[in-house]
């Protein structure tokens, strides 16, 4: 049956390009784990932390892998963080006080299309200065998924740490060289080409943006 979790695991495998043993890592187990549940049906059901954190991970409702039937009117919010320092868009901005507070809640289910991330890994920080104009302004709130860092860094916008200063940019991987260059989105600003990934400290991935309407 295509909606069988054992048949919508593999398909989302096949269509985005996931390996089983990777999946295994992930929740945690065996590398062989996610095959023998694929192929063999053992075990016959996943466990609820399993079963969640693969939901999470492909953004899909947990009853496709086996779990109870959600509720389409139902929403559980889960607040997200907001950290008191500013990335700099600009010159760059000094980190103080680099603490989070509960500060704004999403849709559980929502966030989860969203990203994989549990919410201990999500951020919410605010844009300083224009560089990143127009894709983000002055003032807007950014929503930094800190698992989106290390090797699994691809084309996109993140927040680095330079020295003292946070600053948000585009990054654009070289296919070849691996090297990285550092962009601004406004044309005002000068790129840094041809950096090396070790001398770039990623705090995290800006996976979603939202501003005050003028």
Same mark, same amino acid.
């Given at each position: 049956?295509?909606?069988?979790?054992?048949?919508?695991?593999?398909?989302?495998?096949?269509?985005?390009?996931?390996?089983?043993?990777?999946?295994s890592?992930?929740?945690?187990?065996?590398p062989?784990?996610?095959?023998q549940?694929?192929?063999?049906?053992?075990?016959?059901?996943?466990?609820e932390?399993?079963?969640? #954190? @693969?939901? /999470?991970?492909? *953004?899909?409702a947990? %009853?496709?892998?086996g779990g109870?039937d959600? =509720?389409? $009117?139902?929403?559980?919010?889960?607040?997200?963080?907001?950290?008191a320092v500013?990335a700099?868009?600009?010159?760059?901005?000094?980190?103080?006080?680099?603490?989070t507070?509960?500060?704004?809640?999403?849709d559980?289910?929502?966030?989860?299309?969203?990203?994989?991330?549990?919410?201990s890994?999500? #951020? @919410?920080i /605010?844009v300083? *200065?224009?560089?990143? %104009?127009p894709?983000?302004?002055?003032?807007? =709130?950014? $929503?930094?998924?800190r698992?989106?860092?290390?090797?699994?860094?691809?084309?996109?916008?993140?927040?680095?740490?330079?020295?003292d200063?946070?600053v948000?940019?585009?990054l654009?991987?070289?296919?070849?060289?691996?090297?990285?260059t550092?962009?601004?989105?406004n044309?005002?600003?000068?790129?840094?080409?041809?950096? /090396?990934?070790e001398?770039i400290?990623?705090?995290?991935?800006?996976?979603?943006?939202?501003?005050?309407?003028?």
């Open positions: 049956m295509p909606n069988e979790p054992r048949a919508v695991l593999e398909r989302l495998c096949l269509e985005r390009g996931e390996d089983f043993a990777s999946l890592r992930m929740i945690g187990r065996n062989a784990y996610i095959q549940f694929v192929r063999r049906g053992t075990p016959r059901r996943l466990p932390a399993e079963r969640r #954190t @693969l939901a /999470r991970y492909f *953004g899909i947990e %009853s496709l892998l109870p959600e =509720d389409p $009117l139902a929403a559980t919010m889960v607040p997200v963080g907001r950290s500013r700099s868009a600009g010159p760059g901005a000094i980190p103080g006080d680099e603490r507070r509960a500060y704004f809640a999403f559980e289910r929502w966030l989860r299309r969203l990203t994989g991330a549990g919410t890994e999500l #951020t @919410l /605010r300083e *200065g224009d560089s990143m %104009s894709t983000l302004a002055d003032g807007d =709130d950014i $929503l930094v998924d698992s989106e860092a290390g090797e699994r860094l691809r084309d996109g916008i993140y927040v680095l740490r330079i020295e200063a946070l948000v940019k585009r654009a991987l070289h296919p070849i060289t691996h090297r990285v550092v962009q601004s989105d044309p005002a600003y000068s790129d840094w080409p041809d950096c /090396r990934i001398d400290h990623v705090i995290g991935r800006v996976i979603w943006a939202g501003r005050r309407v003028p």
